[in-house]
């Protein structure tokens, strides 16, 4: 017991390490919020320019050319990726990559709820499946960046552009922390509670061209619930792209959104924010390094995700994790730093923009602290 390190002088200012909701923006309170448009319709002059202005915000942000929709859909990013899976597939074979929770639970959609037979290539956590193998006469389905295991795609450079089939990215931990060629993407989804700091709730559908053309031209052998609908009469339904949105949106989530865009334009951007994320990324990257029993579950670094950055801890089992979870929420030095349920034990911890870096590099001592107190828990 004599060598139990004492509690660390410095706690991170703001100990939220969440991957989801993340943490808000820095400098974020509620009284920063825009409330006119509370308490009025949706579609009153006034919410229809609030919604717009969020879409304006994103597409400018996200660098969306010209050619590619964005819209506010329902049900958060799970609501959006659904919305297309349900709206879209079944017109060509499909395939579905899966190395993680969420992939996993597209490729439960497509098997058990929309009984499509997909071609499943699957990877185990800490990996990435051969990208080379996919066959792209299919539709296929990935998520961006795995966030349950710390693993993303490296690039879209593995999508062709002469593609036959449409690839979806459930981009949800993705989008404003990686460089996305949007020529590659046809569809992808995020809500604005990962990168952003926002809320959940809604999610953002974007579409490229030819997914409004499977859209127009398919109809899916299926029935389709109201908040999935995006086509009336053989024609996109162009207002969900303009801020009119399916069904009632939350506007407190969308000012909530509005703030966190105009922070992320007054931080330099998409490339102020991924500077941001890289930033945190390196400075866990050095905390692991210093140490032995810290490890990366993702093996390849290419690969290795800078937002949902998920590590191994020597000898730990899942009730280790949650003692050492546990201990560093009740000192108030790290939130919600648990591995993801389904995932290997381990921590993961939110690299994302609205994290600063130097809650990230405060962050090391108390890992140090944690580690050295439930192992002598344990032992005792
Ligand atoms: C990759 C990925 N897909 C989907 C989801 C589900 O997102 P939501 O709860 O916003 O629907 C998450 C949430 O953590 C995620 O990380």
């Given at each position: 017991m004599t060598d139990l390190p004492g509690l660390p002088a410095t706690k991170p200012a703001r100990p939220y390490f969440s991957s989801?909701?993340?943490?808000?923006?820095?400098?974020?309170?509620?009284?920063?919020?825009?409330?006119?448009?509370?308490?009025?319709?949706?579609?009153?002059k006034l919410g229809k320019t609030r919604l717009q202005y969020a879409i304006d915000l994103m597409r400018e942000l996200l660098k969306l050319p010209e050619t590619h929709r964005i819209g506010i859909v329902p049900g958060s990013d799970t609501g959006a990726f659904e919305m297309a899976m349900w709206t879209m597939l079944g017109a060509k074979p499909v395939t579905t990559l899966a190395w993680e929770s969420f992939g996993e639970g597209w490729v439960t959609d497509a098997v058990?709820?929309?009984?499509?037979d997909p071609t499943v290539i699957r990877a185990d956590y800490g990996h990435l499946p051969?990208?080379?193998?996919?066959?792209?006469s299919n539709d296929v389905l990935f998520t961006w960046n795995g966030t349950t295991s710390?693993?993303?795609?490296?690039?879209?450079?593995?999508?062709?552009?002469?593609?036959?089939g449409l690839s979806f990215a459930d981009a949800t931990s993705g989008v404003f922390a990686y460089e996305i060629d949007?020529?590659?993407?046809d569809v992808a989804t995020f809500s604005w509670q990962k990168v952003l700091g926002g809320e959940g709730g809604h999610g953002v559908l974007i579409l490229g061209p030819r997914a409004v053309e499977r859209l127009e031209s398919y109809t899916p052998a299926w029935p389709l619930p109201k908040v999935f609908r995006l086509v009336s009469k053989g024609k996109l339904t162009e207002g969900v792209f303009k801020g009119e949105t399916i069904n009632t949106p939350s506007m407190l989530a969308v000012e909530d959104a509005i703030l966190a865009l105009e922070w992320a334009k007054s931080v330099g951007g998409a490339d102020g924010l991924i500077a941001r994320s890289d930033a945190n990324a390196a400075a866990l990257g050095k905390i692991v390094a210093e140490r032995p029993w810290l490890g990366h579950l993702a093996t390849d670094e290419a690969s290795r995700s800078r937002t949902s950055v998920c590590l191994t801890v020597e000898g730990a089992d899942e009730a280790f994790v949650k003692a050492f979870a546990a201990l560093l929420e009740k000192a108030d030095?790290?939130?919600?730093?648990?591995?993801?349920?389904?995932?290997?034990a381990g921590l993961r911890i939110w690299c994302g923009a609205t994290v600063d870096t130097a809650d990230i590099e405060a962050l090391g001592p108390w890992l140090d602290w944690a580690y050295a107190t439930v192992r002598a828990q344990l032992a005792a």
């Open positions: 989801g909701p993340c943490a808000k923006p820095p400098g974020w309170s509620p009284e920063k919020l825009d409330t006119a448009v509370l308490g009025r319709s949706h579609r009153s058990k709820q929309l009984k499509i051969d990208l080379a193998a996919v066959d792209w710390g693993v993303r795609v490296p690039d879209a450079n593995w999508i062709p552009d002469d593609r036959e949007w020529t590659k993407i030095a790290a939130y919600d730093i648990a591995g993801y349920r389904d995932a290997p």
